[in-house]
């Protein structure tokens, strides 16, 4: 998951709505959004390692990780796909115990847990790891959570936009068209990861698109004020094509 906007209290009626797009090679395989039967969420599935990049409780609470790219070679000797699923289970304690002890097990993440109420963001990358969320609007790409990156500042205001303007019924498509741009950020905004002019202009697009790598996945959640939870997930070919869509809809349980 390389790119996650999500709003927390930020309209009456929708209480929390993330949107979220998923970069990957097109080689590693991956299943759909689906519940599983332990532990009960609603999550694709790296087929891979087992884990996820974005999980959504019957509560409707949200849970996904993305890489942080720093340039440095090498990977975790555990895989990153397991973060969701710890943050969605455990009890915070306990999570912030796990994630402390293990930082060093891990290649460079940033994970975010959000509800309608609240949320907290890690990553094991930040001088000072672990920090809660309140009220607002987010943005979280392969940096640190609210770096300025161009994706993150434009679509932070497409989110914050389109939740006060798109018709409910319209959310979710609207966003997903929103998370589709493939403008590239101008040379003079793009960050220094050490990965290269090259791949940094690549890179810095919402919406990625090759032969090889590129967006997998768009992913939208809305809960609602009524209790309705609202998932749908856009899978991505090569080039951009248009996969598989799936769409889930439930009244979530109260915690």
């Not at 090498?74 to 699923?85: D, E, I, N, V, Y």
């Not at 749908?232 to 248009?242: D, P, S, V």
Request: charged content about 20%.
């Amino acid at each position: 998951m390389c790119l996650i906007l999500f709003a927390i209290d930020q309209h009456p009626d929708l209480p929390l709505v993330v949107a979220a797009n998923r970069d990957e090679f097109y080689d590693r395989p991956t299943r759909a959004m689906h519940w599983w039967p332990s532990p009960d969420i609603l999550a694709g599935q790296d087929k891979q390692s087992g884990g996820t990049w974005l999980a959504v409780t019957r509560s409707g609470n949200v849970a996904a990780v993305t890489n942080f790219r720093d340039g440095q070679p090498g990977k975790g000797a555990w895989s990153r796909g397991q973060l969701p699923l710890w943050a969605l289970t455990a009890e915070q304690a306990e999570l912030e115990r796990r994630l402390g002890e293990s930082q060093h097990q891990f290649a460079g993440y940033n994970l975010v847990w959000a509800t309608s109420a609240d949320g907290w963001y890690y990553s094991n990358r930040d001088s000072h790891p672990g920090r809660g969320l309140h009220r607002g609007t987010y943005g979280l790409s392969n940096h640190l959570l609210q770096s300025p990156w161009p994706k993150l500042v434009r679509l932070r205001k497409t989110l914050t936009q389109l939740m006060h303007e798109a018709p409910a019924e319209e959310l979710h498509e609207s966003l997903t068209q929103a998370l589709m741009d493939t403008s590239p950020a101008p040379d003079t905004y793009l960050p220094d990861t050490g990965v290269g002019l090259e791949t940094e202009r690549f890179l810095s697009s919402p919406f990625i698109r090759s032969d090889t790598y590129g967006t997998r996945a768009t992913t939208i959640v809305s809960v609602h004020g009524d209790g309705r939870v609202n998932v749908t997930e856009q899978a991505w070919l090569r080039e951009g094509a248009t996969g598989e869509r799936v769409s889930f809809s439930w009244n979530r349980l109260q915690e």
